[in-house]
């Protein structure tokens, strides 16, 4: 999965990446008023914990979408 080499590639550990990636099959549950990522703006998202998979494919989706860096 392409965020655990992001975190290891982040610490500065020597990766080497033979084939494809998989860059991550996450579902993102909303509401009416939540129907895209940019609308988490302002939103609280639980998550499993901070640096996990999950936190940095999150991190990555919210950045793209240019919404601030959540605080640690």
Not at 6 to 25: E, N, S
Request: charged content about 20%.
């Amino acid at each position: 999965m392409a965020a655990n080499l992001v975190i290891q590639i982040d610490r500065g550990d020597p990766v080497t990446v033979l084939a494809g990636v998989h860059v991550g099959c996450f579902e993102l549950f909303g509401t009416e008023r939540v129907r895209a990522i940019r609308d988490l703006r302002g939103k609280t998202v639980a998550l499993t914990g901070l640096g996990l998979t999950p936190h940095v494919f999150l991190a990555s989706m919210v950045a793209y979408v240019g919404l601030a860096r959540a605080r640690t």
